[in-house]
């Protein structure tokens, strides 16, 4: 394994090395290393990014939308004859349709500061591990692991910041360690190309991140997903994660069903579950 690491006091990751190739033929798995930084990153925030058009679209096909929508285009219609103000209408109609969906923008808006607040971020370098997929000569996903300990693994939303503890330095899990019974690793990021969703990449990602969990002994590993996101979704719930809680976004956004979700894994268990990917 590459001496390159993303916190020194972290222990060495588990095999597969930085060399061996997955499942997805051809894809390298290794080390972030601060060269990574600027295609990682901006890897990580469009898939932020992305969530805005989900959740445009989302509101789009909600009911709330066509409430406001309609009536406004019905008092067009009611008040103009379109044979005779044709012209009219169609203006006022795309007026009406363009002021709705910058209104739209407005709500989602939010989802995109996020995304802008990821490029600014140094979360790479402050994770335990961070990796990286090269397919090629191109960067195609990254995926980073911190380790915490929470205050209440029980709690409503266990992600909540007050229930979040960042593991100290040097205090990191291990087979050897009792002291560290109730820390617990969180997904930090997990991010795939768009172009090379639905191969297997993200789920390579995956799992190579829950051998590295499963060798620290972390009691679970949490990852926060958007309700939106049915790909990723789909991959947790095919590697064996449960939704542990659901908050939902903030103002409007929550108000259409849009949640922050939740899920968790035991590493230790994955392992004994998957021997062949554990020991890969």
């Known amino acids: ?3 390159t690491t993303t916190t020194p006091a972290a222990s060495s990751p588990p095999s597969p090395s930085p060399g061996s190739e997955t499942p997805s033929k051809h894809l390298l798995i290794r080390r972030y290393v601060p060269t990574d930084h600027t295609a990682a990153v901006k890897l990580v925030a469009e898939g932020y990014a992305q969530r805005r058009s989900l959740a445009n679209s989302r509101i ?3 009911p709330y939308f066509y409430t406001v929508l309609l009536p406004l285009l019905a008092v067009v219609f009611a008040q103009y004859d379109i044979k005779e103000s044709l012209g009219t209408v169609i203006l006022l109609t795309s007026g009406i349709i363009m002021a709705v969906m910058s209104l739209v ?8 500061d996020v995304a802008r607040d990821i490029t600014r971020g140094n979360f790479l370098e402050n994770a335990d591990y961070a990796f990286v997929a090269i397919y090629g000569e191109e960067l195609i996903g990254v995926c980073s692991m911190q380790h915490v300990e929470l205050a209440d693994h029980s709690a409503k939303d266990p992600l909540n910041a007050s229930n979040v ?3 100290a330095a040097g205090q990191r899990k291990s087979k050897s360690s009792s002291q560290n019974k109730k820390q617990h690793a969180i997904l930090s990021s997990w991010a795939v190309l768009r172009r090379y969703r639905n ?3 993200g789920s390579d990602l995956l799992s190579y991140i829950l051998q590295v969990a499963a060798q620290d002994s972390a009691e679970s590993l949490l990852v926060q997903c958007c309700s939106l996101e049915s790909r990723a979704r789909k991959t947790l719930k095919s590697q064996g994660f449960n939704i542990v809680s659901e908050t939902p976004l903030p103002g409007n956004l929550g108000r259409v069903g849009i949640k922050t979700e939740t899920w968790s894994i035991s590493p230790t268990e994955w392992a004994n579950e998957h021997p062949d990917q554990a020991k890969n």
């Open 1 to 3: 394994m590459s001496s």
């Open 60 to 62: 789009f096909r909600h």
């Open 105 to 112: 923008g407005r709500i989602t808006d939010p989802l995109l």
């Open 165 to 167: 503890v960042p593991a």
């Open 199 to 201: 191969v297997g990449m």
